[in-house]
T-cell receptor, first 111, second 112 residues
Framework: EDQVTQSPEALRLQEGESSSLNCSYT??????LFWYRQDPGKGPEFLFT?????EEKEKERLKATLTKKESFLHITAPKPEDSATYLC????????????WGAGTKLIIKP | DTAVSQTPKYLVTQMGNDKSIKCEQN?????MYWYKQDSKKFLKIMFS???????INETVPNRFSPKSPDKAHLNLHINSLELGDSAVYFC???????????FGSGTRLTVV
């Protein structure tokens, strides 16, 4: 069964303390992996798409990487405004439209 | 300015009632979606429309009926509401085949 697992469930960091969030997946042929950010009371906001192992994408303090089994979202020198829930989703090879979502990692950055 | 707008933002209603949630997008996207986010934060696809045509209809009770009058609008009507329907419902849109979805801000439905 296609599955996406994110870890940890929650992560508390001090401002400036770099770390990584993990998204591991088991799907029948990966067509794409997607990272979103969700703030409380709002809908998810699209961040990155990764298509193949070895690919990397960067945006400000965030960098997403992809291997054949997992993706990491690295956050460098985070600021309090980076606090949010980060969601990972994958598109399996046998689906044109459906995404399989993880439960998210709640990131809290303390000043 | 709002790209994907949903109304209402909050909906509290009694069991057995019928209610609707409206969604509109002004991005020119041709595909729209309804997602349900449960208390554990998992997002589950319910329906998807491409140019007013239903393309995804997941296993949801037939009490839920989507309607797309045009490609900029996708409404969700729910009959005979049950306690288990309580959740946050998100509308989203994209161009067909892409997954950089733009989501609305959600409708928190509480059935009492």
């Amino acid at each position: 069964e296609d599955q996406v697992t994110q870890s940890p469930e929650a992560l508390r960091l001090q401002e400036g303390e770099s770390s990584s969030l993990n998204c591991s997946y088991t799907v029948s042929g990966l067509r794409g992996l997607f990272w979103y950010r969700q703030d409380p009371g709002k809908g998810p906001e699209f961040l990155f798409t990764l298509y193949s192992a070895g690919e990397e994408k960067e945006k400000e303090r965030l960098k997403a990487t992809l291997t054949k089994k997992e993706s990491f979202l690295h956050i460098t020198a985070p600021k309090p405004e980076d606090s949010a829930t980060y969601l990972c989703a994958v598109q399996a090879g046998d689906s044109n439209y459906q995404l399989i979502w993880g439960a998210g990692t709640k990131l809290i950055i303390k000043p | 300015d709002t790209a994907v707008s949903q109304t209402p933002k909050y909906l509290v209603t009694q069991m057995g009632n019928d209610k609707s949630i409206k969604c509109e997008q002004n991005l020119g996207h041709d595909t729209m979606y309804w997602y349900k986010q449960d208390s554990k934060k998992f997002l589950k696809i319910m329906f998807s429309y491409n140019n007013k045509e239903l393309i995804i209809n997941e296993t949801v009770p037939n009490r839920f009926s989507p309607k797309s009058p045009d490609k900029a609008h996708l409404n969700l009507h729910i009959n005979s509401l049950e306690l288990g329907d309580s959740a946050v419902y998100f509308c989203a849109s994209s161009f067909a085949g892409t997954h950089g979805y733009t989501f609305g801000s959600g409708t928190r439905l509480t059935v009492v």
